[in-house]
């Protein structure tokens, strides 16, 4: 017995050493006082602040490389900078977490919760920096918001179980501290926290409406894929090899963006510079600033268009492919819009683009060429699909046979032709999405990488998505999870009926511990009284 005491000692002394920085446990069990309770409960959101963010910043993960991009065109410094994200975020989340477990076992071993002021600047400095990253969220990069909504769509039954099943474990400590506490307020203060919160997780199912909540045979067909630039994750986006890596993923649309050069011909190149994607800084140093339409097809064809997706490694992909694709990689040159339509004659899919820039005051003789490169080039015009909304009547009396898709909301279908609309994924509800299905208005979505993104709007019912990891999305043969709804709500119900049975139980089984103790203490208090009677007589 004495060796079991000494080993728990042992621990509580180290759970002590890295919680409040002492050496010796008080024998004495002395209470937290109300200063640092409230910091264990400061603790507490602060652990929740940080998973909070963890979570959006894995959603985000979906559009990262955009917000590469975009730091990369404001620095011209290419870093992956989700691994510093998610790395420093790891360490907060890890921090704060082992903190609050460190507290919980202090408490289980009645040890009083005596926070070090270093771990108190910490948390402040925590609380500090994850602030500042929400608010740039909401600054510059707002849309993301939407993003995680969805996501509590595809991960709300899941996320509701498991916030169930934390709050039931929760329930031993908070039982303890409640019956040890000696302020009343703060009993109360705890256990309408604490009950509040778990009544809230019971009910949460109320407000969760996912679309994979649908039996199997009601499952819409899966989303076509269209290729964003190609197979960026593969290959360089918009050379050839991309698309030809796209068509290999079985993608039914390649998506790009076309420039035209100096003198009239038509291009693939997404950037208004041409910095990031090619070696223009070796070849042309004294034009590297230059905008791209200010070379000409001569000049262009001189720049190396493949080796910086070595270099860069704008996707991790980028690390994993084979010595035969290193050669084919370093050979890629700047691909002009003529030799795109022909390797698309050649595999049998459509094309989709932007025409950049969009503000250009040369526009309407960009969208002239394009057209007239396209209709010289004998394809088949159903196959391509034709984006730019300006100049769209024009078009539409030089190549009738364009197919025309839109980039806006709210289209009317009064005709019954068949309609299409090309989106951001965050602008279209899972409900609106129906709505133009039954109106014959067929859906694109883009940029969807995620498999749980890919999933949501696969059980919503949209047409395609256009996606830089066809390579993944093509080996998905099912959402990732798909459940009936009368199965969710019977799990929801054995779930939170196993979570207060577990909760009373533990509640009344501490509160029989907490008789016990102070009937054994006062019986004690006798024995010692009668023995000290005897010895004083």
């Given at each position: ?7 728990c000692?042992?621990c ?6 890295l919680y ?10 002395l ?5 640092d309770?409230?910091?264990f ?15 959006v910043a894995?959603?985000t993960?979906n559009?990262f ?16 900078w ?5 790395s ?8 704060s ?9 202090l408490?289980?071993?009645?040890q ?18 994850i602030?500042a ?30 916030a ?17 506490s ?10 309408v ?9 019971y009910?949460?199912p109320?407000g969760i ?20 630039r ?5 290959a ?12 290999n993923?079985?993608?039914s649309?390649?998506?790009t963006d076309?420039?035209v050069?100096a003198?009239?011909?038509?291009f ?5 510079k ?5 070696d223009?800084?070796?070849v042309?140093?004294a034009?590297?600033?230059?905008n ?17 997706f070595?270099?860069k490694?704008?996707?991790p ?22 030799q ?6 050649k ?5 989709m683009f932007d ?8 526009y309407?003789h ?18 391509v699909?034709?984006?730019?909304d300006?100049?769209?009547e024009?078009?539409?009396?030089q190549a ?7 980039g ?15 989106l951001?994924?965050q602008?279209?509800?899972s ?6 299905r ?6 694109n979505?883009?940029?969807?990488n ?11 019912g949209?047409?395609?998505?256009t996606?830089n990891?066809c390579?993944?999305?093509q080996g998905?043969?099912r959402?990732?999870?798909l ?24 509640f ?11 009937s ?5 208090d006798v ?11």
């Open positions: 017995m004495a060796k079991n005491g000494g080993c000692n042992m509580a002394t180290c759970l002590l050493c409040s920085c002492r050496w010796s446990c008080s024998k004495k069990g209470a937290t006082s109300k200063c309770c409230a910091w409960f400061f603790l507490f959101c602060v652990c929740l602040f940080t998973l909070a963010w963890l979570y894995l959603v993960l559009d490389h955009n917000l590469n991009e975009f730091i990369f065109h404001k620095t011209e410094w290419w870093l992956d989700s691994v510093v994200m998610l420093g975020t790891a360490t907060l989340v890890t921090y977490s082992l903190l609050l477990v460190l507290a919980v076992c408490q289980l071993c009645h009083p919760l005596k926070l070090h002021w270093v771990h108190k600047g910490l948390l402040i400095l925590t609380v500090l920096v602030a990253a929400f608010v740039g969220l909401e600054i510059q990069w707002a849309e993301q918001w939407e993003s995680a909504r969805i996501s509590l769509q595809a991960m709300g039954p899941f996320l509701h179980i498991g169930v099943v934390g709050m039931t474990l929760l329930a031993w400590p908070v039982a303890d501290c409640f019956y040890r000696s302020y009343a307020a703060l009993r109360f203060l705890l256990l926290f604490y009950l509040g919160a778990v009544l809230a997780l009910l949460a109320l409406d996912s679309p994979c909540l649908l039996a199997h045979s009601q499952l819409p067909i899966k989303p076509a894929l269209f290729g964003h190609g197979a960026p994750m593969l360089p986006e918009n050379t050839l090899m991309s698309f030809q890596k796209a068509a993923c079985g993608v649309v390649w998506e076309v420039l050069s003198d009239g011909v038509p693939l190149m997404h950037d208004e041409l910095i990031r994607t090619t223009v800084q070796e042309f140093p034009l590297a600033q230059a791209t339409t200010s070379f000409n097809w001569t000049q262009l064809q001189q720049l190396d268009a493949g080796t910086w070595l270099q490694r704008p996707f992909t980028a690390n994993r492919i084979s010595s035969e694709d290193r050669a084919l990689v370093r050979a890629q040159r700047i691909l002009s819009l003529k795109l339509l022909e390797e698309t004659k595999h049998n899919v459509s094309i025409l950049r820039p969009e503000k250009d005051p040369e309407e960009l969208v002239n060429v394009t057209v007239e490169t396209i209709l010289q080039s004998d394809i088949a015009p159903e196959l699909l034709w984006l730019p300006e100049f769209r024009q078009v539409k009396q009738p046979g364009f197919r025309q898709i839109y806006r909301k709210r289209l009317s279908n009064e005709t019954g032709e068949e309609l299409r609309v090309n951001p994924y602008n279209l509800s409900t609106e999405i129906r709505e133009y039954r109106d014959n208005i067929s859906v979505l883009y940029v969807v995620a498999p749980w993104l890919f999933s949501i709007l696969w059980c919503a949209v047409t395609s998505v996606t990891a390579q993944v999305l998905m043969e959402p990732l999870w459940l009936p709804r009368t199965t969710y709500q019977m799990i929801w119900i054995v779930t939170d009926c196993v979570s207060f049975l577990l909760i009373a139980w533990a009344l089984l501490l509160k029989r511990w907490s008789r016990r103790k102070e054994a203490g006062s019986d004690s024995l010692l009284t009668k023995i000290h009677s005897l010895l004083t007589e």
